[in-house]
């Protein structure tokens, strides 16, 4: 192997591995509120990455029309779970959330698609519809069934993804698609090209990894999220809402798996499906930091990322295989490890 | 025995008349070779996942293992199909050895993930491999047959597949019934309480495990000679997480829930497949979505799945049989020589981090002896108990019981020994009856293993050990509640079912935490006579108490801790007015 080749698979592999970093953290988060594992962070990816495409191809996303409609049900069960005592502040409350936010953004979608925009309107207005997504789907599908027991509500989260990924298809065709880059710039470094895109995601993956821990270190908010996922009734206790924290980090979650996805959607080719393995990838990850450690969580995902581009270069057929199989060693020294004292379950 | 197998024949004999139905729509009969396929892998899943905790996403996997095998060697080699079906089973289990030895003792959600993980692996191994056919798989494999007649179409295998089904049921069914199944059945509440009474809680895990891989590895046999092809998407991460839905739909608990959640699955998928397009029109995969949408509504409106819903609303309750008590279990072999000194901890020392929890505290317990631990909360007393029992390991010091060393030893070998605990919070297996949590504790003292108990072969072991915890129900004055779910019972009752699952150990020594928290005064005189009987019969008691009037009537000895410090010994009058203990409990006069 030369230097070349070394150096290029490295570099191919670390901005794989910002992305798996990026999706990784989000899983970590999601889990520590909520206890659901977000199975359905692909179809963020997804969503996201072709909502931009297809408004950058100058066409109208299906996705602001999912938006609507499940801010629809969304408001139905404000207004059902709610119906005890049903203040004046409450209801618009639930308005304004549910049903205005993603009407405005139909308004928008309808003004802006079909012409040609600029690239940031159209990132911003993807990031907004799948950030809408994720939060209903909060509301819908796991806030009503917060209490139950993680394997429940990881059902729940495969239910969540096999329909999100059907409503993938119906908006976006089984065709892949590719989206327009960031920036055409490039910078070479020695035999290293950089293009603008790598560059952006190195940039994003730790502007968002340093905003995160801004958020958590120092924030009411980002300290109650944190409170409730070491006790959801301790929490609840102190006057801290578990279903706004739940709401938020599936807010989070979903706008840094869209951001991901508008990142990648313009190095590879992304079909409706595609964000589940990508998804996936991000877990192996997180699982290797343990679901409740971010550094940890980062730097497993920069080993992943270049294990999955040396891999493709010496054995592409085995990728896949080496990729997951990953995991294994990682389980073999954590049940080594396990805990002397019990946590106590259900 | 007839009202167990019953309902048993009565499905058996359905589903063997339903081919004969006149005018029996082919493509159904291929729908019910589906479901019980399904089924099987299901039914793995419910002692897996609803009955012993462990989740798993790869159960698709081992399908493939138990489909590859037949398909390579049948094709390849010839082999006959019969032959290939114990090669196929060995096959799934010793994959399940591998890879249960790394995942089975992960806790909680790193089970399921790390199954999703070696899922996945596997499905891109066989679509990889060149011996498996790479992504187009196997074709032409010879179909089932006996002699010359073949199983060639739906109609014939049905039989095969459901035979399968339910004697696999069966099997199943009594092997939870059974002192294995009740080892098993604990695991899903922690494994600190059934370790305390001798069950190998990782041996009992990765048994579930490879039980579970080798339904899953008949099934994909069977799968094999049905479709007669192999390919590998059948057995990718798709199909594992269907299975799981199969079983959490069905109701995870219960082994008719997975044939039921099979069913229900199967048929609504193909109803979706088939009518959503004539519908809705023929774009995307609709039946996804709604498939998808129901999952997340069946959760919100039944978390607990389908069977135990209808049978919760059937009009008739199964009775249950009474264990014949004058059935009697060995007892212990004691010491000849009444031996004086039973326990002995000798400079015991507990560190956690720079917490010293335990600070060198010796103390000893004789033979027909009631000692009280008593002091604050948070002064060591119940980690002295989890080093007694060999739950926590000492930082230093010794402990060891009738003069043998118990210090590295784990908690199954110390209640070998003759020391059983109860708990400060209760471990009962709360979804169990009474009767069950309590013969949990005569479980060394019973010896039927995992294949005797599916056949059954286990029956004079397993009632001489329900006797005995009737006795021991009775003795502490449970007998009325003795059929009723551990966890409808109230806190003090379920202290009390400890005491009596402790019992069933036919201790020398018992270890109580707590005993008479949330009982009422009559019930703590009760338990106080019954302390004092047990120790008249020989018995030696260590007991953790905050009732003091409990604690002085009855302990003949008490040692007090205080910040993990043994600061008095004596007996209780000489405690009573004990200065360092006045000020420990109540701070120095001012």
New interface residues.
């Given amino acids: 192997m030369n230097t070349t080749i070394l150096l290029f698979l490295l570099q191919d592999g670390i901005t794989n591995g910002a992305i798996y970093a990026l999706l990784g953290l989000a899983l970590v988060l999601v ?1 520590a509120v909520t ?1 659901v ?1 977000l199975i359905p962070q692909g179809e963020f990816i997804t969503f996201g990455a072709l909502t931009y495409a297809t408004l950058s191809a100058g066409q109208f996303p299906g996705t602001v029309r999912l938006a609507v409609a499940m801010g629809i049900v969304a408001f139905g069960f404000d207004l059902f779970a709610g119906r005890k005592a049903l203040h004046a502040r409450l209801v618009v409350r639930a308005l304004a959330v549910n049903i205005l936010f993603p009407l405005a953004l139909l308004a928008a979608t309808l003004l802006v698609a079909g012409r040609h925009n600029s690239i940031p309107v159209n990132i911003a207005l993807s990031l907004l519809i799948v950030a809408a997504i994720g939060l209903f789907l909060y509301r819908i ?1 796991f806030q ?2 917060a209490h ?1 027991s ?3 509500l ?3 989260s ?10 993938g ?2 908006f976006f065709g089984a065709e892949g698609q590719r989206g327009p880059t960031v920036s055409d710039a490039a910078v070479t470094l020695g035999q290293l090209r950089f293009t603008g895109q790598s560059l952006a995601v190195y940039g994003i993956t730790i502007a968002l990894i340093a905003a995160l821990w801004l958020f958590f270190g120092f924030t009411v908010t980002g300290k109650a999220l944190r409170a409730t996922a070491v006790n959801r009734l301790g929490a609840r206790l102190v006057g801290i809402r578990t279903s706004l924290s739940g709401q938020i980090a599936f807010l989070l979650a979903s706008v840094i798996g869209a951001i991901s996805g508008i990142l990648i959607v313009p190095i590879t080719t992304l079909y409706y499906d595609t964000g589940f393995m990508i998804g ?1 990838k991000g ?2 990850a997180a ?1 290797i930091g343990g ?1 409740v450690s971010y550094p940890l969580t980062a730097v497993a995902a920069l080993v992943v990322g270049s294990v999955e581009a040396f891999s493709s270069f010496y054995a592409s ?2 990728k ?2 080496i ?3 990953l ?2 060693p990682v ?2 020294l ?2 080594l490890a ?9 | 025995m007839t009202q167990r197998l019953f309902p048993i024949l009565i499905f058996a004999t359905t589903m063997a008349l339903i081919p004969f139905i006149p005018g029996m729509p082919p493509f159904w009969i291929v729908l019910l070779d589906n479901i019980g396929l399904a089924a099987l892998v299901a039914m793995g899943l419910v002692l897996l996942t609803g009955v012993g905790g462990l989740t798993s996403f790869g159960q698709a996997a081992f399908c493939g293992f138990g489909a590859y095998t037949t398909a390579v060697l049948t094709t390849a080699y010839g082999v006959s199909p019969w032959l290939t079906l114990p090669l196929s089973l060995v096959v799934s289990g010793v994959a399940a050895v591998l890879l249960g030895l790394v995942t089975v003792r992960l806790s909680g959600h790193y089970l399921p993930l790390g199954t999703i993980a070696w899922g996945i692996a596997l499905f891109y191994l066989f679509s990889k491999l060149e011996v498996l056919g790479r992504n187009d798989g196997i074709s032409a494999i010879p179909p089932l047959s006996i002699g010359t007649f073949k199983m060639l179409d739906p109609g014939t295998i049905y039989y095969a597949i459901w035979i399968a089904v339910i004697v696999c049921a069966l099997l199943t069914m009594n092997l939870l019934d059974s002192r294995t199944g009740r080892a098993i059945r604990a695991l899903r509440r922690g494994h600190i309480a059934a370790e305390a009474f001798g069950v190998q809680t990782a041996r009992a895990k990765l048994l579930v495990f490879i039980y579970a891989a080798v339904l899953a590895g008949l099934s994909g046999w069977l799968y094999a000679h049905f479709q007669r092809a192999a390919n590998p998407t059948p057995f990718g991460p798709q199909a594992g997480i269907e299975y799981l839905f199969i079983a959490v739909v069905g109701g995870a608990g219960y082994v008719w829930g997975g044939v039921l959640g099979a069913g229900i699955v199967v048929i609504l998928k193909e109803i979706l497949q088939s009518y959503l397009p004539m519908v809705f029109g023929g774009q995307g995969q609709l039946e996804i979505i709604v498939f998808g949408i129901l999952l997340v509504t069946l959760l919100h409106l039944a978390p607990g799945g389908v069977w135990p819903w209808l049978m919760a609303r059937l009009p008739f309750k199964a009775r249950r049989p009474h264990p014949d008590r004058s059935l009697k279990l060995a007892a212990r072999e004691r010491p000849a020589a009444p031996q004086d000194m039973l326990l002995r901890v000798d400079n015991a020392r507990k560190q956690f981090g720079g917490v010293v929890a335990v600070n060198n505290v010796s103390f000893e317990v004789k033979a027909r002896e009631i000692v009280a631990l008593i002091g604050p909360n948070g002064a060591g007393k119940s980690t002295t108990f989890n080093l007694i029992t060999g739950v926590l390991g000492a930082t230093s010091g010794h402990i060891s019981v009738l003069g043998k060393s118990v210090d590295k030893a784990p908690p199954q070998e110390v209640v070998k020994l003759g020391i059983a605990r109860t708990f400060q919070h209760v471990k009962l297996v709360p979804d169990m009856t009474v009767l069950e949590n309590v013969a949990i504790g005569a479980h060394l003292r019973g010896h039927a293993g995992a294949i005797s108990s599916m056949f059954r072969l286990d029956r004079a072991d397993e009632a001489k050990l329900l006797a005995e915890a009737a006795r021991q129900i009775e003795r502490v004055g449970l007998g009325d509640q003795i059929d009723q779910l551990a966890g409808s019972l109230s806190l003090g009752q379920q202290r009390i079912v400890e005491i009596a699952r402790a019992l069933c150990v036919d201790p020398m020594l018992l270890l109580l935490d707590e005993p008479a928290a949330g009982l009422r005064h009559m019930e703590k005189q009760r338990l106080a006579a019954l302390l004092r009987q047990l120790r008249d019969g020989g018995m030696s008691v260590l007991l953790v108490e905050h009732d003091m009037g409990f604690v002085m009537d009855l302990a003949d000895r008490i040692v007090v801790l205080d910040f993990g410090t043994k600061i008095a010994e004596g007996t209780p009058s000489a405690i009573k007015s004990n200065p360092d203990v006045i000020k420990a409990y109540l701070g120095a006069a001012a």
């Fill in positions: 889990f206890r594992i599908a009503p069934i139950t993680v394997l429940v990881l059902i729940a495969v239910g969540c993804h096999l329909a999100l990924q059907g409503f298809l119906v996936l877990f192996v699982i679901l057929n085995f896949e295989v990729v997951f199989t995991i294994l389980l073999v954590r049940s396990a805990p002397a004292v019990e946590e106590e379950k259900d």
